[in-house]
């Protein structure tokens, strides 16, 4: 049975998920700063369940650091599946001052996306890095 065991677990390989940005959702304006979503999709392309520990996103706009966000509760990830995966960001309005520049300029805001999900599976822990560029049109921001 242990040799079995060991069978299967060798002919497993580990495939990074595929992560997308779906939207950006402004949740909350105050006189500090205020909150927003980032929703992504996930795709786990395994045969196998994985699952997140932790996730740390760093969030630019025009090139300027605008919020950090950190999701500690586990995230399942189901086999050759998409998940959809919210996670808050909160934000001051001292880094706004380049993200107006952009809305006032081109009618949209450039992003950047920075961070490292942690994941549990069954070859280990894994750490993916997150990475992303591109742009959010005013439409998009206000609802």
């Known amino acids: 049975m242990l040799l079995a065991a060991c069978a299967t677990l060798r002919n497993l390989a580990f495939t ?18 205020g909150t927003f979503d980032l929703v992504f999709d ?32 586990p995230l399942d990830l189901s086999p050759s599946n998409h998940s959809r995966v919210v996670v808050p960001v909160r934000f001051e309005w001292a880094g706004l001052g380049a993200g107006a520049k952009g809305l006032l300029t081109h009618k949209a805001v450039g992003f950047g996306l920075t961070g490292r999900v942690f994941l549990d599976t069954p070859l280990g822990d894994k750490t993916v890095t997150l990475k992303g560029r591109g742009n959010v049109p005013l439409r998009k921001l206000i609802r």
């Open 16 to 33: 990074e998920p595929d992560l997308q940005l779906q939207e950006i959702d402004v949740t909350g304006i105050g006189f500090t700063g």
């Open 42 to 73: 996930v795709y786990n392309p395994n045969d196998y369940r994985i699952r997140s520990t932790r996730l740390e996103v760093g969030i630019d706009l025009e090139d300027t650091h605008f919020g950090d966000a950190l999701l500690e509760r």
